[in-house]
C-alpha cells in the first residue's frame, strides 16, 4: 500500500529543546516536502527535495533543518523550537503524478 | 504565479443533498488534485485530475483545462463528508509545487 509516515503524530515540547519529525515513504519517489498548516493561512511550504542530497527552501524555511541522505526518508528538524512553531506539520511524497500526504504532527511549543 | 480559487468558501448542507464545489485556476496546469482534509487533519486524496472525468463512488471531477476549472461532486452527502476540501494545481513556473486554494468548508448535518 502506497503509504507517507510520520512520527511521532502528537508532540508537546519546551521551547529551545531540539526535536525531529521523520517521516518516510515506500513509493520510491524522488520529490519531498514538509508543509505547516496554520488556521486562516492554509498549507506553506517549508522545505522540499527533488532527490537524495538535493534540498531546497520553500515559502516558510527559516527554523527549520531537512536531509535527504535517502531516498525513502526526510526529516524536519527543528533545533531550537519557538512557541510560533506550535502548527500541524505534514510530509508529503510526489510521483509522476499525485501527491500522498502523511497523516500529520501536531506540534505545541511551549 | 497561478492562483487558485475555490467556491463557495463554505457550505452547509442536510445529509442526503448533493453538492458542487468549485476551482477556477488563472493559467495551464500540468496537475490538479482534490483533497479532504476531515475533521482530525488528515489530507486525504480524492482525485489526481488534471484534465478530463473521474467518478469513485458518491463523488466525482471534472476539470475543463481549457477553460481552467474544475469541479468536484458529492452526491448523497453523509455526515463523514464533512471537512474541507483542497483543490491543488500545479503548472507554469510553479512547476514543482503544488498551488493551494483556500479550501471549501463543508457541513453535512445529520
Known amino acids: 500500500e502506497a503509504q507517507v509516515t510520520q512520527n511521532p503524530r502528537y508532540l508537546i515540547t519546551v521551547t529551545g529543546k531540539k526535536l525531529t519529525v521523520t517521516c518516510s515513504q515506500n513509493m520510491n519517489h524522488e520529490y519531498m516536502s514538509w508543509y505547516r498548516q496554520d488556521p486562516g493561512l492554509g498549507l506553506r511550504q517549508i522545505y522540499y527535495?527533488?532527490?537524495?542530497?538535493?534540498?531546497d527552501k520553500g515559502d516558510v524555511p527559516e527554523g527549520y533543518k531537512v536531509s535527504r541522505k535517502e531516498k525513502r526518508n526526510f526529516p524536519l528538524i527543528l533545533e531550537s523550537p519557538s512557541p510560533n512553531q506550535t502548527s500541524l506539520y505534514f510530509c508529503?511524497?510526489?510521483?509522476?503524478?499525485?501527491?500522498?500526504f502523511g497523516p500529520g504532527t501536531r506540534l505545541t511549543v511551549t | 504565479g497561478i492562483q487558485v480559487e475555490q467556491s463557495p468558501p463554505d457550505l452547509i448542507l442536510q445529509e442526503g443533498a448533493n453538492s458542487t464545489l468549485r476551482c477556477n485556476f488563472s493559467?495551464?496546469?500540468?496537475?490538479l488534485q482534490w483533497f479532504h482534509q476531515n475533521p482530525w487533519g488528515q489530507l486525504i486524496n480524492l482525485f489526481y485530475i488534471p484534465s478530463g472525468t473521474k467518478q469513485n463512488g458518491r463523488l466525482s471531477a471534472t476539470t475543463v483545462a481549457t477553460e481552467r476549472y474544475s469541479l468536484l461532486y458529492i452526491s448523497s452527502s453523509q455526515t463523514t463528508d464533512s471537512g474541507v476540501y483542497f483543490c491543488a494545481v500545479m503548472g507554469g513556473v510553479s512547476n514543482y509545487q503544488l498551488i493551494w486554494g483556500a479550501g471549501t468548508k463543508l457541513i453535512i448535518k445529520p
Open positions: 508529503a511524497s510526489r510521483g509522476p503524478g499525485e501527491q500522498y
Open positions: 493559467d495551464s496546469v500540468n496537475n
Open positions: 527535495s527533488m532527490n537524495v542530497e538535493v534540498t
